[in-house]
């Protein structure tokens, strides 16, 4: 009996509550949420995040320069991050032009420019 009082407590709570911009803000909340100062959070968060990409790409592209190469394993290790997160930072500092890619598959190194 408890649950089913539980989810029509928790319905009630989402229909009765405001659509603010694509969320719906329940109505014992509404007080607690100020869309402008949820826009200011997010842009903040998006700064700080492109912030941290600038200086790890920086910090691989010292590593490069002073050890003559760099390669994906050594890029995830450097930050404990994932594969693919080492190879987007691996890409874009090749279209950016400050590494070249060499060779192909688990064999490949990016040397600085």
Do not use: W
Not at 20 to 35: M, N, S
Not at 43 to 62: A, C, D, S, Y
Not at 68 to 83: K, M, P, Q, S
């Amino acid at each position: 009996m408890s649950i089913l009082l539980a989810l029509v407590l928790i319905a009630a709570a989402f229909f009765l509550g405001r659509v603010v911009g694509k969320r719906t803000v329940p109505a014992a909340c509404e007080h607690l949420f100020d869309p402008e100062e949820a826009r200011d959070a997010g842009e903040k968060g998006r700064q700080v995040i492109q912030e941290r990409i600038v200086r790890r790409k920086e910090r691989i592209l010292e590593r490069a320069r002073r050890e003559g190469r760099v390669t994906l394993h050594d890029t995830a290790d450097l930050f404990c991050i994932g594969e693919s997160t080492a190879r987007n930072y691996l890409h874009e500092l090749v279209a950016e032009g400050s590494l070249l890619k060499e060779g192909e598959g688990g064999d490949t190194t990016y040397v600085p420019v």
